[in-house]
């Protein structure tokens, strides 16, 4: 029986952390094996909501306030991840990490407080891998210049992304095993390889 591990996708816009996970999905698709994914914040139906919320241009929240809906959309996915939790590989597009890199390295909001709040949160609940998608500031303009709609967190200054990556690296330096550092500058179709050869160990 293969295993059912809980795998992020984490980076900043541009990265190609959404493009990579959706290749994961296909894939396990492709092998018939029984997977959930989510996006944060999102996911659930209530999650949507806040995500909504939280995204909208005409929101203009403190980075508090921002922290405690970013938590409140986790609130509401915790009983899904455990409903599923080695019953179902589970796939997240940003989870944990995203709060320590934007809340805490991007904005500045007290690192002992997310963890704290994670921490009650989870309740145990383990990670087993991540992705950490990279991208160069002139690739991630690019990337950005191509969506439709941006949303409010699209819209901060380069070096904002700059210390928010900066800040997941250093998280991925803490975590070495259960990180992969995928370089989203390179070809397309190098990554997608990297990243599913990793795959297949992990739910061996
Ligand atoms: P995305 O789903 O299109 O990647 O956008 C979600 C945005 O929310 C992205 O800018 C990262 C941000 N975010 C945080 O700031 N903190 C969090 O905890 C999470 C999950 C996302």
Redesign the pocket.
Known sequence: MSKKPVIIFEG??GSG??LHSNFVSEYLKSKNLSFIKI????GSKNSEKI?KL??NDKSKFNKNT??LL??A??SENIHLLRKYKNKKIILI????D??I???HY?LGVNLSIINKINEYLLKGFKINFTFLNIVNTKNMIKRLKLRKKL?R??KFSTAFYKNVQNGFIKLAKQKKKKYLIIDSNKEIEINKKIIIDKINRLIK
């Not at 996006?39 to 999102?42: D, I, L, N, S």
């Open positions: 900043i816009e952390k959404t996006r944060e914040p999102g995500r939280i995204l921002d922290l970013y938590l959309s986790r597009d940003r989870f944990v995203s709060t890199a934007y809340q991007g949303n967190y699209d």
